[in-house]
């Protein structure tokens, strides 16, 4: 079986951002949206996820490029001058690693955002974070020992099988990822062995902010056996803070395109979120 999740990051960003989300979990494929609690529009996304039940909603941990749920003034070693998170990840990272206030400030951000999204009173259904920063072994650390408190139970692990986006673009391949690959198997190992539910591939990283229709539907084509998960950034129109150069609205319409709607409804894959695949072994694990 191919069961399949449907993701769109960064939940709460802007009012475009929800806007497209509710149209392509409506119109369209899309199953799951990740939710940054502590962005401009979250309190917009909330409210049009409790419009949609059938919409997974999970937390999308930001650390790094946006703005702390906590006081500025208990996470000094976490911000800029301007009071937001870090952008210089290789020497932030180091101070993760190496730094214990720096550790104890970050962890304290983790647990706020946790809160935050607890207070929304929607289902917890998967966790991941902003630019994969969970990667890092300290984060990771961090968020084992803090989401479970809070009823985590699905993780995004990302690593993209390469073979699948050749066979979608054979004439223009994305290039190897050598540095990102090792760091997604470890964490994916890491996952399992506490016990987290993690995707068998994740598709999203090489054409991130340029899912086209075509790629799209051809990587649901192409999806292996197991557990998938496809994230995009799709948004009615270009936002502040949104990425450099992505295309939000062809990532929109690549949700709701009809072919790939049609593939999507093909008899070998089943749509849904974490819960929907994961619910059954956990009833198994606690009995």
């Excluded at 191919?2 to 475009?16: E, M, R, S, Y």
Aim: proline share 9%; with cysteine; hydrophobic share 45%.
């Amino acid at each position: 079986m191919k069961q399949l999740v449907v993701t769109a990051d960064d939940f709460g960003a802007a009012d475009a951002v929800n806007e497209a989300v509710e149209r392509a979990h409506v119109e369209g494929v899309l199953t799951a949206a990740s939710l940054m609690v502590g962005a401009d529009a979250a309190q917009d996304a909330v409210a049009r996820a409790r419009r949609l039940p059938s919409l997974r909603v999970g937390l999308h941990l930001v650390l790094v490029e946006g703005r702390p749920v906590s006081d500025p003034a208990a996470i000094p070693d976490l911000l800029t001058g301007e009071g937001l998170f870090r952008t210089d990840l290789p020497r932030f990272g180091a101070d993760i690693f190496f730094r214990p206030a720096v550790r104890r400030q970050l962890a304290g951000e983790i647990e706020a955002q946790f809160e935050a999204f607890a207070r929304t009173g929607l289902p917890l259904d998967h966790v991941n974070t902003h630019k994969h920063f969970h990667l890092h072994p300290t984060v990771q650390a961090l968020l084992l020992e803090i989401g479970p408190r809070y009823g985590m139970t699905a993780v995004r692990a990302p690593q993209e099988p390469r073979r699948v986006l050749c066979g979608v673009e054979p004439a223009a391949p994305p290039p190897p990822a050598y540095v990102t690959a090792p760091w997604a198997r470890l964490c994916r190992d890491r996952l399992r062995r506490a016990g987290m539910a993690t995707p068998d591939q994740v598709f999203g990283l090489a054409w991130s902010g340029a899912m086209t229709p075509a790629r799209l539907g051809g990587i649901i084509a192409r999806l292996p056996p197991g557990l998938s998960e496809i994230y995009l950034h799709p948004a009615t129109q270009a936002y502040p803070g949104s990425g450099p150069g992505y295309r939000h609205d062809d990532e929109l319409r690549a949700l709701v395109d009809p072919a790939v709607i049609a593939a999507a409804r093909s008899r070998d894959v089943v749509l849904g979120g974490y819960a929907d695949f994961t619910a059954g072994a956990e009833r198994k694990r606690a009995s």
